[in-house]
T-cell receptor, first 112, second 113 residues
Framework: SAVISQKPSRDICQRGTSLTIQCQVD?????MFWYRQQPGQSLTLIAT?????????ESGFVIDKFPISRPNLTFSTLTVSNMSPEDSSIYLC?????????FGEGSRLTVL | QKEVEQNSGPLSVPEGAIASLNCTYS??????FFWYRQYSGKSPELIMS????GDKEDGRFTAQLNKASQYVSLLIRDSQPSDSATYLC?????????????FGRGTQLTVWP
């Protein structure tokens, strides 16, 4: 398994602001993955974060809206920029280990 | 057509019964299949993975895969109230990055005493 810590666990944000979510993993990993789980919707991959290079974004997600940093092999951040109520969601950091995908506890954002 | 579809539920079964959860996927080149359990307010946790046609058993859980029918299922035998959760089906396509999974919306299961 993997120990993945995310901060904040939840937050209430105002429309138009930005929030950065942090993800810390217990050991070094090449890739870290950011997922979104909107209410009633399926988990959807936002982007893959590689250390030392730009993140790779999935269709429908752009760097200006979801900038990602990956300063080292155990840490990553996801920023949700210029938030709107549609961004209210759970954001999950995940890593692959032994062929399986493990998730952090998630960051539940509510945008008013 | 969605990549992964699950029977929407909710599914309610009595304690001790068999719970059957179903999932279909659209892309024939999918090669790895996973079932995650997600308790309310918690993150998904992996409970089963299956890679080849047939059945795979782990304790009270059995995953079944039929690639010809593009169908994967999860059976929970002797269901317990602690099994009450949302079950997510996930698929990895051939050649995809290991962390790139396609998820269904989940099926909410309630096991009543």
């Amino acid at each position: 398994s993997a120990v993945i810590s995310q901060k904040p666990s939840r937050d209430i944000c105002q429309r138009g602001t930005s929030l950065t979510i942090q993800c810390q993993v217990d050991s070094q990993v090449t890739m870290m993955f950011w997922y979104r789980q909107q209410p009633g919707q399926s988990l959807t991959l936002i982007a893959t974060a590689n250390q030392g290079s730009e993140a790779t974004y999935e269709s429908g997600f752009v760097i200006d809206k979801f900038p990602i940093s990956r300063p080292n092999l155990t840490f990553s951040t996801l920023t949700v920029s210029n938030m709107s109520p549609e961004d209210s969601s759970i954001y999950l950091c995940s890593v692959e280990r032994t062929g399986e995908l493990f998730f952090g506890e998630g960051s539940r954002l509510t945008v008013l | 057509q969605k990549e992964v579809e699950q029977n929407s539920g909710p599914l309610s079964v009595p304690e001790g019964a068999i719970a059957s959860l179903n999932c279909t996927y659209s892309d024939r080149v999918s090669q790895s299949f996973f079932w995650y359990r997600q308790y309310s307010g918690k993150s998904p946790e992996l409970i089963m993975s299956i890679y080849s046609n047939g059945d795979k058993e782990d304790g009270r859980f059995t995953a079944q895969l039929n690639k010809a029918s593009q169908y994967v299922s999860l059976l929970i035998r002797d269901s317990q109230p602690s099994d009450s959760a949302t079950y997510l089906c996930a698929v990895r396509k051939r050649g995809s990055t290991l962390g790139r999974l396609y998820f269904g919306r989940g099926t909410q299961l309630t096991v009543w005493p």
